[in-house]
């Protein structure tokens, strides 16, 4: 868990969210006990908002885990016509999140790819109002390249993790094996800053998010 955000503010952020309901905690409590990573509570009530007030009618989920974010994505709002695609390389994961889709009640509006995101993303035909990248940090470089012409104009990209437990703002790493990672996430952030088509913030918020919107 990343220290970059004190535990007071945290602890405040989380105790000021809206109730979840009984589907969204019994998977919440899934992942606690199996060790599956799921976006950080403050950060999928973000999410909420986002699309909430970009009402995108195509969402492209990178990484979709047992399916907790997808399903926040899918249930917010008041039931506009959306589509959500997402992709999952884990095969375990991935059939739970399709279960998850079904117990939503959502499996008709998301369609969940197996298989690495990096062969994936170049076979998808849609363009999309809305990218939530959550998969392998030392891949977005990589992903965002390949995400970046199915963008529609105005369409949001939340990228999550992307202080990397804080890594990336000092650039410094537990062990070497992980300074590539490091190194690409601070790369792929001096990218979208630069980046002359795109509006990006950086959101002190669960492991750093970074906001873009495509001009
Ligand atoms: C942080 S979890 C996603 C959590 C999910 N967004 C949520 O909040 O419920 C990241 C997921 O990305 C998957 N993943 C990692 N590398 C991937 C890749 N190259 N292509 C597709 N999925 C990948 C992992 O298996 C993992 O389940």
Redesign the pocket.
Known sequence: MSKTIPDKLTNFLQMMLPERNELLRKIEQECQEDY????APET?QFLQVMVEAFKPKRIL??????????ILMATTGDGWERHITT????TT?YARACQNFRDAQIADIVNPLL????DIIPTLTDNYDFV?M???KG?YPDFFSKVWPLLNSRAMLVI?NVFLNGWVIDMTWPERRKKTMVCRVRDLLETLKKHPELATSLIPLGDGLAVSVRR
């Open positions: 599956i990573p799921l976006v999928g989920e990178v990484g979709t885990g047992i399916g907790y974010s997808t992709i999952e390389i884990d994961r298989g690495n995101a990096s939530f959550d998969a392998a891949q999550d």
